[in-house]
């Protein structure tokens, strides 16, 4: 501010005036919320309302200091900015509206992230190297387990989710009520994945043989005949009857951007395969799928991605007990449980370093998809 | 016009934080930082009240003698706000503010270990904290937060006064940081009264009478003897922890289970295995534990002894585990209030001491308690802690019921609530009061691969024994 008050300094009377004003103002709107959210974060500061009054009150006032607040200081930065000469004005002026977002991303994300990966090496076990945390990290019994299991979830779920999610497209694409019929698909997806564990926990739940059966799938087992499985209990059925969940979770992701890739595809192109003779799996496998590959990936790597960061479902329904552990969990366990910072940053590490792949053919994919279009 | 605009807003802006920023003002100055006070100091005229005449305690008689008069001490605790045991709390604290004029502000903490941390970390902790877990206090002593009590404290008579293991338990590096106020038994087996009385079955005394009692159930064709099952949520294993604790303390001296928790010997000690090898015995027997291992490793803890009140009869005699149960037994689970529950403790469901296995280490017993540790010293901070120590100091509590004190001085028949009158006998009576060893493990351990092993060794069925144990050694952080 005092930067732009010297550059004006030789104009003339009225418009210094101007400048005075704009940054009287500017420090004034500054001030009060600055003011503002110090009586935010005072516990104390709507108590005389009463509970439900003053939380209204706190809640208001929150809203107004980050709506009209964050409008009232962009306006007036940029009043500040106008008195710059033009061409400078120019320059510093994008500045002004992304820096806070630059600010909030270095903050929150780029920052943390440098001092975890720092962390990995210096948080260590006394007498050990800077790299002692990854070895312990790949030598300890429990995290190759975990690493075994993140393997075969990124094996599996991702792949088995295109594969229904397209089947489901391409043939949801001429049923009469098509919408209806995906919508069962897509409401999973709605679904958080901690919900989605309680309910596939009921589903898997085991009773005594014999008795009643709570859950569904060993009711129908009981049902005939058969011997309630304790799907969450044995290995290594377990780790398969999760993997389970995020398929049915993640089909209707997939679903939904295959189907409107499917429906981007020319007809005159499958037309004119068909003229040619294509028979309708050629159709499928050599006209459709290659005109979607885009899709595919895209879809694909997303729901790696996802896949290899699984948390919710494993901690819900296993806690990472018997040869269930995963990665994500075994980050958690290390920071929350054992409070062993050094394990827990390495293993977000690892954790890092294994999504960077994905996310960049992911990227790539991307950007070739809008340079194509 | 642009620049009109935007004054509108912002004088609507200036005007909206003026109005809240009154009232933010005003609490300020007033509340701010100072702590509100709870409990207006009364005139101590008379030192009615418990605590007078002469105690084992110089600062505590100086107190009562009216020295620290118009002084206050900040004490903090877990025990939830507004909840039962907040208030026989303070209701505990009430003689000793009647008797000194000292003003004594409690306050019950949501997030309590969170806040807690936060204030000494921030260099405004409370005078005085009450603390459940031991490495918590190593913790604050190793930081140099914590007052060392040894110099002050009339250790000699705590160690009169208080079971034996307390004191050592509230040590560290053989200094005392903590004060032991409350405590809570793990060793105990609960079976229905009705169903024993109608079959002539004994709550035995011995391990071979429950083996006897056990084999009895099953020959009789009434279910399996055992209700046994340790799912918990993120905590799946604990209950295991807990039998192979219990039977540890039984089956070795003490000194060997200060040494297993403190990794002085392995995890996997000669010892410590044979009493994997008894709790096996029980847990794996086929027809002993009901629903067999899966039951075990699938079935939420508080649901362990449903088939206990199963509308047939009993399908499951015995449960081990702590008097926090009743409220999760059968239709219990309905009901908020303990005067509404179906299944009521002492009358239709009791228990009796998870028995003694070698004679020559007595009747030990395992659990846990409550300490209070002191961060800023002050006369009237030691008067505190030094009444908390007394027997006097859990009257009021013990009255209201939910209390057993560490304190042998505590009259046993001022106990009338069920069940503290037997739970405070079994204290009393207690040769060693073994602390949970699994909290008194590195969490990689004690909330880790013990808890882990557990379950992989109930999902086995028993077998592998030493290799699962051997792989919870291994897993000890090194250093």
Redesign the interface.
């Known amino acids: 501010m005092s930067e732009a008050v010297e550059l004006q300094a030789p104009v003339q009377n009225g418009r210094r005036w101007g400048v005075l004003r704009d940054v009287v103002?500017s420090v004034?709107?500054i001030g009060?919320i600055w003011?503002?959210l110090?009586?935010l974060r005072?516990p104390?500061?709507?108590?005389?309302?009463g509970d439900l009054t003053g939380k209204l009150?706190q809640a208001m006032?929150a809203l107004?200091l980050g709506i009209?607040?964050i409008?009232?200081l962009f306006?007036?930065v940029n009043?500040l900015v106008e008195h710059l000469p033009a061409r400078a004005a120019e320059l510093v002026r994008p500045w002004i509206f992304v820096l806070p977002a630059l600010a909030v991303v270095a903050v929150y994300l780029v920052y943390p992230a440098i001092r975890t990966i720092i962390q990995s090496f210096t948080e260590v076990?006394?007498?050990g190297g800077i790299f002692s945390n990854y070895i312990e990290a790949f030598t300890?019994?429990?995290v190759q387990i975990a690493i075994r299991n993140n393997v075969i979830w990124l094996l599996l779920a991702p792949a088995a989710a295109v594969v229904i999610g397209l089947a489901f497209a391409a043939l949801a694409d001429r049923v009469k009520h098509e919408s209806l019929a995906k919508t069962f698909v897509f409401v999973p997806l709605a679904i958080s994945m901690v919900g989605a564990s309680v309910i596939w926990g009921y589903m898997y739940a085991?009773r005594?043989p014999g008795t009643d059966q709570v859950g569904f799938i060993n009711g129908v087992i009981q049902f005939f005949g058969g011997e309630p499985i304790?799907f969450?209990?044995?290995?290594p059925i377990n780790t398969y009857a999760m993997i389970v969940i995020m398929i049915w979770l993640q089909v209707g992701f997939a679903m939904v951007i295959l189907s409107a890739a499917i429906k981007g595809v020319p007809v005159e192109l499958t037309e004119a395969a068909r003229i040619d003779g294509a028979s309708e799996l050629q159709n499928f496998f050599k006209v459709l799928v290659p005109s979607i590959r885009g899709s595919i990936i895209t879809v694909f790597t997303t729901i790696a991605i996802v896949v290899l960061k699984v948390f919710d479902i494993v901690?819900t329904l296993t806690?990472?007990?018997?040869e269930t552990e995963v990665v994500a969990l075994r980050m958690y366990?290390a920071m929350f449980?054992?409070?062993?910072f050094g394990q827990a940053t390495a293993m977000a590490v690892i954790l890092f370093l294994a999504v960077v792949p994905i996310m960049i053919v992911n990227v790539r994919n991307l950007r070739k998809q809008g340079i194509e279009a | 016009m642009k620049k009109h605009r935007w004054s509108i807003a912002l004088v609507a802006l200036a005007l909206l934080l003026a109005a809240c920023g009154d009232t933010g003002g005003e609490t300020t100055t007033t509340g701010g930082d100072e702590e509100p006070t709870t409990t207006a100091g009364e005139e101590p005229t008379t030192t009615a009240g418990a605590p007078a005449g002469e105690t084992p305690y110089t600062e505590l008689n100086a107190a009562i003698a009216g020295d620290y008069e118009g002084t206050s001490v900040e004490i903090v605790a877990q025990w939830a706000p507004d909840g039962a045991e907040a208030t026989s709390f303070d209701l505990a604290l009430q003689p000793f503010r009647d008797a000194t004029g000292i003003e004594v502000n409690f306050e019950p903490t949501v997030e309590y270990e969170t806040a807690l941390q936060v204030r000494v970390d921030g260099g405004n902790a409370p005078d005085l904290a009450q603390i459940a877990q031991p490495g918590k206090m190593q913790q604050y002593a190793d930081a140099g937060s914590l007052i060392n009590l040894s110099e002050w404290f009339n250790v000699d008579q705590l160690t009169q006064d208080q079971v034996a293991g307390f004191v050592e338990l509230g040590s560290h590096n053989g200094d005392l940081y903590g004060v032991y106020y409350k405590t809570d038994v793990k060793s105990i087996v609960w079976y229905p009264i009705q169903g024993f009385a109608d079959n002539g079955y004994e709550p035995p005394t011995t391990w071979e009478e429950m083996i006897a009692l056990s084999d009895q159930i099953v020959a009789d064709g009434n279910g399996n003897p055992w209700c046994i099952s340790i799912e918990s949520e993120a905590a799946d294993g604990w209950v295991a922890t807990d039998w192979m604790e219990d039977i540890l303390l039984r089956t070795a001296p003490p000194e060997i289970y200060t040494q297993w928790y403190n990794h002085e010997i392995p995890f996997n000690d000669p010892e410590v295995l044979e009493a994997a090898e008894y709790m096996s015995q029980i847990w794996f027997t086929p027809d002993y534990a009901y629903g067999g291992n899966t039951y075990i490793n699938a079935t939420f803890i508080g649901n362990t002894q449903d088939p206990m009140f199963d509308p047939a009869g009993p399908q499951c005699w015995m449960q081990k585990q702590a008097a926090w149960i009743p409220g999760f037994w059968g239709e219990n689970k309905d009901f908020t209030d303990p005067a509404d529950w179906p299944n009521k403790p002492g009358e239709d469901v009791g228990f009796f001491y998870f028995p003694t296995i070698e004679e020559e280490f007595g009747q030990p017993v395992l659990g846990g308690g409550d300490m209070f540790v002191m961060f800023n010293d002050r006369p009237e901070v030691r008067a505190l802690l030094e009444y908390l120590a007394t027997a006097e100091s859990s009257a009021a509590w013990i009255e209201r019921g939910g209390f057993v004190s560490p304190n042998v001085n505590v009259p046993l028949d001022s106990y009338t609530t069920y069940p503290e009158t037997e739970l405070s006998t079994m204290v009393a009576n207690a040769t060693t009061f073994g602390f949970d060893a699994s909290d008194l493990m590195p969490a990689d351990v004690g909330a880790g691969t013990f808890w882990s092993g557990m379950v992989e060794w109930v999902a086995a069925n028993g077998e592998g024994t030493e290799e699962i144990f051997q792989s919870i050694e291994d897993s000890w952080p090194a250093g």
């Open positions: 103002i004034g709107v009060l003011l503002g110090r009586v005072d104390e500061a709507f108590s005389e309302w009150a006032l107004v009209a607040g409008w009232a306006i007036v009043s076990p006394e007498g300890d019994p429990a085991w005594v304790p969450l209990f044995e290995i901690y806690g990472g007990n018997l366990d449980r054992f409070r062993n």
